[in-house]
Nanobody, 115 residues
Framework: QVQLVESGGGLVQPGGSLRLSCAAS????????MGWYRQAPGKQRELVAT???????NYAISVKARFTISRDNAKNTVYLQMNSLKPEDTAVYYC?????????WGQGTQVTVSS
């Protein structure tokens, strides 16, 4: 089994920054894509950003140029650097890892952008 532990969420003012981390542990054979998704109250979960094992990235249009996804393969960890945060970025953020045995989701971390 693969377990994901997320950290880094919190309350931040508009225009501020946060960095999310998601570390995978357990029985890991190979990790392929890693990504971040978010779900705001009353809305469906949506893709924020993904990164392949080779480092290719993909972003939602709403976060492009503000968020940066990266990964440390040696640590089985994916990061999301979020800058210029807006109130509409408020959501629970989930990481997802695609690995040799399927996919796993983190428990979610709350990000609240408010003055």
């Amino acid at each position: 089994q693969v377990q994901l532990v997320e950290s880094g969420g919190g309350l931040v003012q508009p225009g501020g920054s946060l960095r999310l981390s998601c570390a995978a542990s357990g029985t890991i054979f190979s990790i392929y894509n890693m990504g971040w998704y978010r779900q705001a109250p009353g809305k469906q979960r949506e893709l924020v950003a993904t990164i392949t094992s080779g480092g290719s990235t993909n972003y939602a249009i709403s976060v492009k140029a503000r968020f940066t996804i990266s990964r440390d393969n040696a640590k089985n960890t994916v990061y999301l650097q979020m800058n210029s945060l807006k109130p509409e970025d408020t959501a629970v953020y989930y990481c997802k890892v695609v690995h040799a045995r399927g996919s796993s989701w983190g428990q979610g971390t709350q990000v609240t952008v408010s003055s």
